[in-house]
């Protein structure tokens, strides 16, 4: 069973700052999600990587893949409050998602 | 078009209890994923039906069963209830068959606490 790890697991930062989690495996993914999970609400997809060095951008999110589709990165250029979650890396292999255990990201006005 | 909904949306249940939770799955998806996620940690995959059949299995005990309707509304019954189970369960429905890159839907959950 692929572990996925994430780091940190908590992060508290003030509103315009920047920050960068990971979500990082032993073995090579898939492909990988990135969902983020707001407080009483369901996981919402926000990116899907499958190319290894692949970067894909939305808005101020910023999503880097690996070359070795072993490890990804979500990078957030001038934090906003409403950008506060739980965020989850996931990989898809077939009809199931393996989730990490999440980044709690709280961003402070 | 309506996305995915549960109820009830929390529950309060006592050891060797048993529970069923609901999910109307959006409208045109066939396939239907539950996942449990315990406080402080990420889901984890239950199992999956398509069209009424189960279709994939995560590491659970037979205790937790599931079902799913012509209408491809899903349930997910749990026997014999331990303090463990305490978690949000998540219902997630996808158009078909979730490959590899299928985008899965996920309604707000339930929220189940064994006393």
């Known amino acids: 069973t692929q572990l996925l790890e994430q780091s940190p697991q908590f992060l508290s930062i003030q509103e315009g700052e920047n920050l960068t989690v990971y979500c990082n495996s032993s073995?090579?993914?898939?492909?990988l999600q990135w969902y983020r999970q707001e407080p009483g609400e369901g996981p919402v997809l926000l990116v899907t990587v499958v190319t290894g060095g692949e970067v894909k951008k939305l808005k101020r999110l910023t999503f880097q893949f690996g070359d070795a589709r072993k490890d990804s990165s979500l990078h957030i250029t001038a934090a906003q409050p409403g950008d506060t979650g739980l965020y989850l890396c996931a990989e898809t292999r077939g009809s199931r998602l393996t989730f990490g255990e999440g980044t709690q990201l709280t961003v402070n006005p | 078009e309506t996305g995915v909904t549960q109820s009830p949306t929390h529950l309060i249940k006592t050891r060797g209890q048993q529970v069923t939770l609901r999910c109307s799955s959006q409208s045109g998806h066939n396939t239907v994923s539950w996942y449990q996620q315990a406080l402080g940690q990420g889901p984890q995959f239950i199992f999956q039906?398509?069209?009424?059949?189960?279709?994939g299995r995560g590491n659970f005990p037979p205790r937790f069963s599931g079902l799913q309707f012509p209408n491809y509304s899903s349930e997910l019954n749990v026997n014999a209830l331990e303090l463990d189970d305490s978690a949000l369960y998540l219902c997630?429905?996808?158009?078909?068959?979730?490959?590899?890159?299928?985008?899965?839907?996920f309604g707000p959950g339930t929220r189940l606490l064994v006393l």
């Open positions: 039906y398509y069209r009424e059949e189960e279709n």
């Open positions: 073995s090579v993914f898939s492909s």
């Open positions: 997630a429905s996808s158009p078909f068959l979730a490959g590899a890159q299928e985008t899965q839907y």
